[in-house]
């Protein structure tokens, strides 16, 4: 609570130093309380009714901000490949005081008070075999204001045989850096029915991006064990490296009228997910291509097989390319 206030009084505290023009300058960082977006629907799949069928799985990896509406009925959460630390895949569900349209739920209420949430669609469950799990990712704080102890993340199931939400999974505010996973068995005959649901939610402050958790690799499948939860994949954890030195972009005009910006390599930050060191997975690393205008200005087509077999398994590790001058 006291963060809260702090974040929130602190514009209002540098407004009346700016007005003094004896006092020291002072710089602070706070909490983000405002992300200013349009939701635009039309960029993700087309909406459907039908139930979804198994499995359902999403990593939340497409580039748009928004969840897919083939998978989840509403859209509050913030999709993105920034906010969280060493994701087990690049890409995260981010939980905050944000809604759709990127604005505080509520700009005065700094109080635990139920913030985003995210629903599945309705799932066919009515033919399962036999253990069904539902199992996912979360970090809580990663890159933005971390939870309190009085907040928490936690997990629904809805019943569509009785029309009602139950809590199956939760945790409180921690001070966790890195993701956890869970793995929750669907085992109630009212719950392995056609129209099953089940829903995240966080609680914090509706005032900001206070109160942050991140969500990723969430997989409902059946046929399952507790043992297989930790999956087997090569993935990329954070958005590719900038081109250029010490930018991320430059007007066009200005680009030859600079000193030498383009970088000589460029780094790569990915997992070996449950993947021994040694194994081969021939993945031909590097390859790439720099083209503008339909011209070609730099490639590289024959990569390296042997670049990625002695990384560790499931640390965050990086390997970097050579890049030829464009």
């Known amino acids: 609570m006291k963060n809260r ?11 009346f130093l700016s007005g003094n023009v004896l006092a020291q300058p002072v710089e602070e960082l706070g909490s983000v309380t405002a992300r200013p977006q349009t939701y635009t629907p039309a ?13 359902f ?16 009925e509403d859209a509050n959460v913030y999709i993105n490949q920034t906010y969280s630390i060493a994701p087990p895949t690049l890409g995260v569900a981010t939980f905050d005081g944000l809604n759709k349209d990127g604005l505080p739920y509520d700009i005065s209420r700094l109080s635990t008070d139920s913030a985003d949430v995210l629903t599945s669609r309705p799932i066919d469950l009515s033919n399962t075999i036999d253990s069904t799990y539902l199992s996912f990712f979360w ?22 045989q009785t029309q009602t939400w139950s809590r199956v999974w939760g945790v409180f505010g921690v001070d966790s850096t890195g993701f956890k996973q869970v793995m929750i068995p669907v085992t109630k005959s009212q719950h392995l029915r056609d129209g099953f649901k089940f829903r995240f939610t966080a609680y914090g402050a509706q005032a900001g991006a206070f109160d942050t958790w991140n969500l990723d690799y969430v997989r409902l ?30 007007p066009w005009f200005h680009y030859n009228t600079l000193a030498p910006i383009e970088n000589k390599s460029t780094l790569f930050h990915y997992y070996r997910r449950n993947i021994a060191p040694g194994q081969a997975l021939n993945l031909n690393l590097c390859i790439y291509q720099i083209s503008a205008f339909g011209n070609v200005l730099a490639s590289n087509n024959t990569g390296d097989a042997t670049k990625d077999n002695s990384h560790n398994p499931n640390v965050e590790t990086l390997f970097d390319c050579a890049i030829n001058s464009f």
Request: proline share 8%.
């Open 5 to 15: 206030i702090f974040n929130s009084l602190l514009a209002i505290g540098l407004i």
């Open 43 to 55: 960029k993700v799949k087309k909406k459907t009714t039908a139930s979804v069928a198994l499995p």
């Open 57 to 72: 799985f999403d990593d939340f990896s497409y580039d748009q901000n928004y969840p897919d509406t083939s998978l989840w």
């Open 139 to 160: 970090q809580a704080g990663g890159l933005g204001e971390r939870p309190e102890a009085i907040d928490s993340f936690n997990l629904k199931f809805y019943s569509p």
């Open 221 to 250: 499948d059946d046929q399952r064990t507790k043992k297989d939860g930790p999956f087997t994949e090569p993935a990329f954890t954070r958005p590719h490296a900038s081109l250029l030195k010490n930018f991320q972009s430059v």
